[in-house]
């Protein structure tokens, strides 16, 4: 199983050489890596150069690669082009859905959700789990009460003080969107794995957004991050997001949690995720497995 994430912050040329990754720095020794071992690479200066070859080899092998803007924050990703073979077979019953079972598909991603920001301030010992729990037992199919966008309200009032996520200036944010985007992309490949078209939600729907299926399957996934922020932020005086703060948050990832009763990776049970969600639009109905805290 692919398990290494490779964050490139350096001018330097990307090669392909005996089904390895030839990292060939300016003015560093080159060093290479076993593409099987890669699961996400990362480019985060603007001077890398790419060869097409290697562009070739990394869809091959499931490879998800970011690249990032000038703020250093990812702002694209490229994955397997059709992956799945029955892509088009699954791609036709994704389509096809009915609205009810995205909406029961819906429900179960937006309770665990809540029932992970429970645990998240349960763990780093805030205030406000049972709050979170009694909302997580009100969310009815689709969640026509919104109860998500109140869940929400509360969660971040008790994990962060003085904050919104509206407020782009705030550090905190700034950390947050760059986890949830690294998530986003591992999401979509994911989806993208299992023959699922990520433009497609269940309940995210937005026509100028191609990673509407990503965006809600992230949704459980979210606390994850949060908790690396706040942990992030309580044992630093941080002044800015540097290389040494998004390998922290690049290390989400490989975070222990639980799944179906076994201890995975993050990076592992979006996978199983990703899976239950094809197995549950082929079986219509909701088999989903969703990740949990571990507590």
């Not at 090669?15 to 060093?31: F, M």
């Not at 859905?97 to 920001?117: A, F, G, S």
């Not at 690049?250 to 990076?267: A, D, F, G, H, Y």
Request: charged fraction near 20%; include cysteine.
């Amino acid at each position: 199983m692919s398990w290494r994430i490779l964050q490139i912050t350096k001018p330097c040329t990307l090669k392909i050489k005996n089904k390895q990754l030839l990292y060939v720095p300016q003015e560093e020794e080159e060093i290479s890596f076993p593409l099987e071992d890669i699961s996400v690479l990362i480019l985060e200066n603007r001077q890398i150069t790419v060869h097409n070859i290697l562009l070739a080899e990394l869809a091959k092998h499931g490879i998800c690669l970011f690249s990032c803007d000038e703020s250093h924050m990812p702002c694209g990703a490229y994955f397997p082009f059709l992956s799945y073979y029955q892509s088009s077979h699954m791609a036709k019953l994704q389509i096809e859905m009915r609205k009810p079972l995205q909406n029961r598909l819906w429900q179960e991603l937006v309770r665990v959700k809540i029932q992970n920001q429970a645990l998240c301030l349960k763990i780093l010992q805030r205030q406000g789990v049972e709050k979170l729990f009694a909302y997580s037992k009100k969310v009815v199919s689709g969640d026509k009460g919104n109860i998500e966008a109140a869940a929400a309200n509360h969660y971040f009032k008790m994990l962060f003080s003085s904050f919104s996520r509206k407020n782009d200036e705030d550090l905190r944010n700034v950390f947050l969107n760059y986890g949830y985007a690294i998530l986003r992309a591992c999401i979509a490949r994911s989806l993208v794995g299992v023959g699922l078209l990520p433009c497609f939600g269940l309940h995210h729907a937005n026509m100028f957004n191609a990673y509407n299926l990503a965006d809600d399957i992230i949704e459980p996934y979210r606390p994850f991050v949060d908790f690396s922020v706040y942990t992030l932020f309580q044992e630093n005086s941080i002044e800015n997001i540097n290389t040494q703060y998004k390998n922290q948050l690049v290390r989400v990832l490989t975070k222990q949690i639980m799944i179906e009763e076994s201890e995975v990776t993050v990076l592992k049970a979006i996978e199983y995720t990703c899976q239950s969600l094809a197995k549950s639009i082929k079986l219509k109905k909701n088999v989903l497995v969703l990740p949990y805290f571990l507590e």
